[in-house]
């Protein structure tokens, strides 16, 4: 009965001290601690989705979308009659910039502030409306996204992250409509007045401007958000299973 009891005891102490020695491994460690970890994916799917709402809207309110050098064109074609008066001229979707007999570049919105219709093209409207649709649609997922930082893992990280995934791929597809429509205005008679014979996809004495280049990098950078969000939830780290330290 003695040694009955001496074993039951020395069992005892051995448990005792497996559970020390788990303790022992990760002092301080808590569950609550390891799931609000950030992701190394999801970090850079958030900086990434800033940066591009910046890089989107930056674009999108620039005058420099369809542009006409004045030293380029001028030499070239002195026989145009606007060459003497307003022959430096840039274009963008809301915004009208050119350089008037007094050589001062100045910039206009398309009949005023608040005038959407008066707009020179209904495919500039067009795209207007899209492009500015898809970076508020961008701009909202991005701010989805830097909550997700804050939130602990689980359902309703994922719930978020996946709602913010689908959001930038609607962005992307509704942008790269307006940025397909825009051309379509090129035959306008405002455009045909400082460009010359441009006609649809077809920019004329003119050419694209790092506007409109600015924006289609933008929008390609932007196809990669989506499957940066799938992976972006943060990994429900544990302690080491305690079977392996038995």
């Known amino acids: 009965?003695?040694?009955?009891?001496?074993a039951r005891e020395k069992k005892e102490e051995e448990a005792g001290f497996g559970i020390d020695r788990l303790r022992g491994l990760s002092p301080g460690f808590l569950p609550h601690q390891a799931a609000t970890m950030f992701s190394c994916v999801?970090?850079?799917?958030?900086?990434?989705?800033?940066?591009?709402?910046?890089?989107c809207s930056f674009s999108f309110i620039s005058p420099a979308w369809i542009v006409k050098d004045q030293l380029r064109n001028g030499h070239h074609q002195p026989?145009?009659?606007h060459s003497n008066s307003k022959d430096s001229v840039s274009f963008g979707l809301l915004w009208h910039c050119s350089e008037s007999l007094d050589h001062m570049y100045r910039c206009y919105t398309f009949g005023g502030l608040g005038k959407f219709a008066e707009i020179p093209s209904s495919s500039w409207q067009t795209s207007a409306v899209l492009c500015s649709?898809?970076?508020a649609l961008l701009a909202v997922s991005s701010l989805l996204a830097i909550i997700?930082?804050?939130?602990?893992?689980?359902?309703?990280?994922?719930?978020?992250?996946?709602?913010a995934g689908y959001m930038q791929m609607a962005a992307v597809f509704i942008m790269a409509a307006g940025l397909l429509v825009y051309p379509f205005g090129l035959n306008s008679s405002l455009v045909r007045s400082f460009c010359g014979d441009s006609d649809i996809y077809?920019?004329?004495?003119?050419?694209?401007?790092?506007?409109?280049?600015?924006?289609?990098?933008g929008v390609m950078l932007t196809v990669f958000l989506p499957f940066f969000a799938k992976y972006a939830p943060k990994e429900h780290l544990s302690p080491t299973p305690l079977p392996t330290l038995l």
């Open 1 to 6: 009965m003695h040694s009955l009891l001496l």
């Open 42 to 55: 999801g970090c850079f799917w958030v900086l990434l989705s800033s940066a591009l709402v910046a890089v």
């Open 79 to 81: 026989h145009h009659i």
């Open 133 to 135: 649709g898809g970076c």
């Open 148 to 163: 997700t930082i804050f939130l602990p893992s689980g359902g309703c990280e994922r719930r978020i992250c996946t709602l």
């Open 202 to 217: 077809y920019a004329g004495e003119c050419q694209i401007g790092w506007g409109y280049m600015l924006a289609i990098v």
